[in-house]
């Protein structure tokens, strides 16, 4: 039995990781109905899509769609490329280098599908060690709203644990390369369509917060584009000015904890 749901995985120079998604998302105990591995013009000497191909082809009953893109457009673009090919109800975004519990997509969707109202949803994430082990999830949770507020505050909506409806009319912005998934999660809220955290960890990341590697390695970069997002919503009529401002020094305050954390990292290691 396959679930309404596409999966969107975006592909940058992930040989090294993209097999360890993909195979905690054919772990699922409920499969989804197709999978999009979307090659975002990687430069390196193709490994990155000589992966994904192979993936395809060693899983044939898993539909799993490779897309090459011509250019590099940033995890946004990647994303919309796979979104506007999805012929599921529901997306479901994970990143190369992340993985999911094997109960994720069975616990989240059924969640969504007893509540089709709803536009969105996130679960709870934590880092996990590569050899790590899972722990098993209660079939019982709880699903809290969104607070606008509070993600205002802080992105509390890791990218790699979001579903959404396909039919919903946002998108990811391409031309942004950094907060580009906050940007679309505050778009979302604020518009008044309804999103909800699941407080079950079905979500991990394998590198510890503020790791040198990744996209979240380029801590200035991702302020700079938190920052933009902020200016955006103020210019779209969604926050105030003394709102708008409140977020900037909020978000900077957190920039430097994150610099001091990573120069503790640095150091240590």
């Not at 919309?80 to 280098?97: E, H, Q």
């Not at 992340?98 to 989240?108: E, I, R, S, Y």
């Not at 008044?192 to 699941?198: M, N, S």
Request: hydrophobic share 45%; charged share 20%.
């Amino acid at each position: 039995m396959y679930a309404d749901v596409s999966v969107i995985i975006p592909c940058y120079r992930c040989s090294a990781t993209i097999r360890r998604a993909v195979e905690s998302v054919l772990r699922q105990t409920l499969q989804p109905g197709e999978i999009f591995l979307v090659d975002d013009h990687s430069n390196d000497a193709q490994e990155t899509l000589l992966a994904l191909v192979e993936l395809r082809d060693a899983h044939p009953s898993a539909n799993i769609r490779v897309v090459t893109l011509d250019k590099n457009v940033g995890p946004g673009g990647a994303r919309n490329a796979a979104w506007c090919r999805a012929s599921k109800t529901y997306i479901a975004f994970l990143d190369a280098d992340d993985t999911w519990h094997p109960a994720k997509l069975a616990l989240q969707l059924g969640w969504m599908q007893g509540n089709p109202w709803v536009a969105l949803t996130a679960t709870e994430t934590k880092h996990l060690p590569i050899e790590g082990q899972l722990n098993d999830i209660e079939s019982s949770f709880t699903a809290n709203p969104v607070s606008p507020l509070k993600l205002l505050l802080r992105n509390n909506l890791p990218t790699r644990t979001v579903m959404v409806r396909r039919e919903i009319d946002f998108r990811f912005d391409p031309q942004k390369r950094y907060a580009e998934d906050y940007w679309l999660w505050l778009r979302i809220v604020l518009s008044g369509l309804p999103a909800y955290v699941l407080n079950a960890p079905l979500g991990f990341t394998h590198k510890p917060e503020f790791s040198p590697l990744g996209l979240s390695a380029h801590l200035w970069k991702m302020w700079v584009g938190e920052v933009d997002t902020y200016k955006r919503l103020w210019s779209a009529g969604f926050t105030s000015l003394p709102i708008t401002c409140m977020c900037i020094l909020f978000s900077l305050l957190k920039f430097m904890i994150r610099l001091s954390k990573r120069m503790l990292l640095l150091t240590s290691s």
